[in-house]
């Protein structure tokens, strides 16, 4: 905890859902303190918590929170997670330069979730056809 600023919250298991679900919009970078790359992103991505006061941004140890990491199939670190309104739209491995993290954090923001919220129930509701050839498949 010593290592992270007021802007960043570190998040476990106990906390995750509460704080993720108190914000609008939250930005997750899921990291491991021995990741030379993870910790060149640290200081653009505290860097961007400063910039944008009205978002939460919040850091996993992947390595003290594995069930976490498992969770949101994490397999390579760092990761970068944009939840709005409790919905990941934007994921994807790679530490990002300040330019290309800006744009990410821009474009999250400037989605229509209602359009997003369709997507997924249109999504949703393919779903369970394909989930039931699929138990059909391994009975």
Known sequence: MAETTPQI???TKQNFAESIN????AVVDFWAPWCAPCRA???????AA?????????????EEQRELAAYFHIRSIPTLAIFRDNIIVFSEPGA???GALEQVLSEAKSLDMESV?????SEDAAEPAKGNSRAAESD
Not at 117 to 121: D, L, N
């Open 41 to 47: 992103f640290a200081s653009i991505f505290a860097a």
């Open 96 to 98: 990002l330069a300040a």
């Open 22 to 25: 108190d914000h609008p919009f």
């Open 50 to 62: 400063q910039r944008h006061p009205d978002a939460l941004f919040a850091k996993v140890n992947t």
């Open 9 to 11: 919250v570190e998040l």
């Open 117 to 121: 919220r369709r997507s997924i129930e």
